[in-house]
């Protein structure tokens, strides 16, 4: 009848019942420390997050998420886990049950990713020279905005939609030259 009123009190004051020890290594604590915890102290440094999960978990019977948490030293870690909710005999809920993974070095890998992404798209897009990407055939992939404008294109878009872009080679034989011997030795995927 209540639904938001016990959710507050299962983040609130509902205890794991059982841990093993990779999850204990995960979090930094002992059995006796991890047993004491509660949803509020696991995402203590969200809240939000730890009762938007809760109550999917709840709605849906089930769960696969990524979350961002912290451990008992305080540093950020990221998890994906698997859960279940366990049931009584009158299909209530009686727990959960769940399965973690620490994926932190993933996301870093992920963030480290992205970041270097956006550094080379600024770079391409703000270099003053002309620089295009294409296929061994000559099919133009990409062209910075440097490129369009110095061929006389008013987008990017617009020189990689030409029909005009095996004409931008100044000799078409020599690119089929090069593309061809870089083929027989096996290089072609730097060709761009």
Same mark, same amino acid.
């Given at each position: 009848? /209540?639904?938001?009123?016990?959710?507050? &009190?299962?983040?609130?004051?509902?205890?794991?019942?059982?841990?093993?020890?990779?999850?204990?290594?995960? &979090?930094?604590?002992?059995?006796? *420390?991890?047993?004491?915890?509660?949803?509020? /102290?696991?995402? @203590?440094?969200?809240? !939000?997050?730890?009762?938007?999960?809760?109550?999917?978990?709840?709605?849906?019977?089930?769960?696969?998420?990524?979350?961002?948490?912290?451990?008992? =030293?305080?540093?950020?870690?990221?998890? !994906?886990?698997?859960?279940?909710?366990?049931? /009584?005999?009158?299909?209530? $809920?009686?727990?959960?049950?769940? $399965?973690?993974?620490? $994926?932190?070095?993933?996301?870093?890998?992920? *963030? @480290?990713?992205?970041?270097? !992404?956006?550094?080379?798209? =600024?770079?391409?897009?703000? $270099?003053?020279?002309?620089?295009?990407?294409?296929?061994?055939?000559?099919?133009?992939? @990409?062209?910075?905005?440097?490129?369009?404008?110095?061929?006389?294109? *008013?987008? +990017?878009? #617009?020189?990689?939609?030409?029909?005009?872009?095996? #004409?931008? &080679?100044?000799?078409?034989?020599?690119?089929?030259?090069?593309?061809?011997?870089?083929? #027989?030795?096996? +290089?072609?995927?730097?060709?761009?």
């Amino acid at each position: 009848a /209540d639904r938001e009123g016990t959710l507050e &009190y299962i983040i609130a004051n509902k205890r794991f019942t059982d841990v093993n020890q990779a999850m204990l290594d995960q &979090y930094g604590l002992t059995r006796e *420390e991890f047993l004491r915890l509660t949803t509020k /102290d696991v995402f @203590a440094h969200d809240l !939000e997050q730890g009762r938007n999960l809760r109550r999917r978990l709840f709605d849906q019977g089930h769960l696969h998420i990524e979350t961002h948490e912290r451990i008992s =030293s305080g540093a950020p870690v990221w998890f !994906e886990g698997d859960y279940v909710c366990l049931y /009584d005999s009158l299909e209530r $809920i009686t727990g959960f049950f769940g $399965i973690q993974n620490d $994926i932190t070095e993933r996301k870093r890998g992920e *963030e @480290a990713l992205r970041q270097s !992404e956006e550094k080379y798209r =600024s770079l391409f897009e703000n $270099i003053p020279d002309g620089i295009f990407r294409t296929t061994p055939d000559g099919q133009i992939l @990409a062209v910075n905005p440097a490129f369009a404008k110095m061929l006389g294109f *008013e987008s +990017e878009q #617009e020189v990689r939609q030409s029909t005009r872009a095996q #004409e931008l &080679y100044a000799e078409p034989s020599e690119r089929a030259y090069l593309v061809q011997a870089m083929t #027989e030795s096996g +290089e072609t995927r730097n060709v761009e």
